[in-house]
């Protein structure tokens, strides 16, 4: 999901150079979305695997 999020920004990047404001504009978002779902779900995964005792690899 973050290799999806960093595309996305990527692509806004490229976009905003050859002047795509909506485009842009666009991918950016989907990239922050993207980003904060990645990070949530890392923050869980790694709650869950404390409260299991396993040790961070």
Do not use: D, E
């Not at 999020?5 to 404001?21: E, R, S």
């Amino acid at each position: 999901m973050l290799g999806w999020a960093l595309t996305f920004l990527v692509v806004a990047i490229i976009a905003a150079v050859f002047g795509f404001g909506g485009i842009a504009a666009g991918a950016a978002s989907i990239a922050q979305i993207l980003f904060f779902i990645f990070l949530v779900l890392f923050l869980v995964a790694a709650i869950a695997g404390a409260l299991r005792g396993r040790p961070p690899m």
